[in-house]
């Protein structure tokens, strides 16, 4: 192993590579826990949703925004880790996670390989939450145009599609919908 060394003060080398690990390893832990944050969030806007607190959604939206900027720093932040500790180990510079933690010595890895595995899975769930989140509120979108269109199309009198599979507008109307009571 070609471990990197910084001369001391008094010019013996200093093996940087425990510092740069446990860098890399906060990082992850804060990735960690700031993907746990991300998924409360979709669940709350999920949860807004199913329960109709489309109020909720912009709130949550907002946080859901800051959280995804501070994850989105802290992986730039990860990369320069991972890049220092590589070539502090003798390894390439774009070497993976799995590749540094073959190149630490006994079980110094162990715990850097096990947040990065916990972050994969996170990252995995993230995703596929977001995913039907997303999916239900572009439903309930196209469920929630589907009933102005009706109520568009018995109000206006016409009952004739155009071209576009809409409800043709008779004269125009001005009226309003109170969907809260």
């Known amino acids: 192993m070609n ?41 709350r806007k999920r949860d807004a949703i199913r329960g109709a607190d489309l109020d909720r959604v912009p709130e949550i939206a907002v946080v859901e925004e800051k ?20 070539v502090s180990l003798g390894l390439e510079e774009e070497a993976a996670i799995s590749a540094i933690v073959e190149g630490l010595d006994g079980d110094r890895g162990a715990k850097l390989a ?19 989140v997303r999916s239900a509120t572009e439903s309930l979108a196209r469920h929630m145009a589907g009933i102005v269109q009706s109520v568009t199309g018995a109000l206006s009198g016409t009952g004739v599609y155009g071209r576009q599979g809409r409800l043709r507008d008779g004269t125009t109307l001005a009226s309003g919908l109170d969907l809260t009571t």
């Open 114 to 132: 096990a947040l990065a595995a916990q972050l994969r899975d996170l990252v995995d769930q993230t995703r596929k939450e977001n995913s039907v």
């Open 3 to 43: 471990q990197s060394k910084l001369p001391s003060s008094d010019g013996s080398p200093v093996d940087t590579t425990p510092v740069l690990l446990r860098q890399l390893e906060e990082t992850l832990s804060t990735q960690v826990e700031g993907y746990r944050r991300f998924l409360e969030a979709i669940t």
């Open 67 to 86: 959280i995804i900027d501070r994850l989105h720093r802290l992986d730039l932040q990860r990369t320069k880790q991972g890049r220092r500790l590589a």
